[in-house]
């Protein structure tokens, strides 16, 4: 193969892709009616603008950036993640608060690629913007539980946690801190650097040496302010109002130097390694961080490819053709213009309908149709013409009838097919 994809991307093949229109139109219906509105912002930003949010001390920017210089010398990279531009987006266009909005992006990521992690990925996205009252995330999570439930992802649970606000954030983290260097022996590099940059983020790290330090490192539980235990608690009491089953995980601190108060994650017990299938939580700061107004604001988003892999299988990833459910044949010159104008009727009418245009005789065109796996045919010959009455095949059994026009839109089997619903390979 002269040219292949670049490692860590996907083709998304047709079937993928309908599969991603039907759920971004089940987001829309769900989300519209709660009040989001869908926003498309830029593919790049400043780079500076994933610094100041996403931030220096993630992962994300030390280590996945795709960032570039522009012929004009320009610092940009191509977007991480969706909610830095979006909370840009609302301060540069001097969006009206409260406003909710969703997107459906793609996003890029230098990470090492595997099974339900890419270079470039898309996750779809809410953000409500504004609203400080713990009420707003449990209806967040509510819509997000709702979407998962209707969309049957399996394995599904939510976990969830605080990790405070700038009120009680500093003790605690000073106390990590101290706690940190007091065991720098027995950290990785990686944690070395996190107890310089942000000691919080330690709680990510897997290495199994620094899992069982932080077993006796100081809860940030016992060190929340009042503000933050009461949101705690009414966004617990909300999902219980719903019934919806959470655990709490008090080493969730999520990846993203942004949040505040309540972060959130639904995982699948079918993901493997990659088992997070949507994060979020509050981030009543970035507003401010990028120059704006005090604005508290709360929101998620998750990858679509988790999602399909998730509620659809594997399968879904796959395609090597789909079955057509009406193939016209046409024998002869006068029949091609005639069949060229039919299908077109044909189509106005609701019926999927393509024609066999290559020239040739019935047994030839049938052999197509064949290959082309045609569920039904349509014979048009001079004669037909003449008469107005066609005859259709069944592919399968062989049987043939003649009909007129109406008939044939009559037929209901002919009427309201996706493109994929027939007899896929
Ligand atoms: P995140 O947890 O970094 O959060 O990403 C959200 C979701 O995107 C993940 O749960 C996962 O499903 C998917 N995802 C992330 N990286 C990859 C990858 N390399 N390949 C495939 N899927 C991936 C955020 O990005 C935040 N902006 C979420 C948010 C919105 N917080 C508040 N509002």
Redesign the pocket.
Known sequence: MRYERVKGTRDVLPREALARRELEKLVHDKFSRAGFFPILPPTFEKYELYQHSTGEASDIVIKEMYRFADMGGRDLALRP???PSVMRAILENHLKIPIRLWYSMT?F?Q?KPQK????E?T?I?A?IVGEAEPEADVELIKLGYDLFTEMGIEGMYLELNTIGCRECRPGYTEKLTRFLTEHQKELCEDCKLRTQRNPLRVFDCKVASCQEVLKSAPSQREHLCQGCKEHFDAVKKGLGRFSIPFGENERMV???DYYSRTVI?FKSTLLGAQD??????R?DYLAEELGGPPTPAT?????I??ALLTSRGEDIFEFSGASIPLLVLPLGDKAQAYALELIFKLRQAGISVQAEFRSGGLSRKLKRADARNAERVLIIGEDEIAKARFILRDMHTGEQKEMTFEELLSLHELKGHSLLTNGED
């Open positions: 993640e969706g909610t996003m990521r990470d339900g992690r890419y270079r990925h996750q996205g953000e999520r990846g993203l994650e997070t299938l949507c994060g979020g939580g981030y929101g998620f988003a998750f990858g490819e988790r």
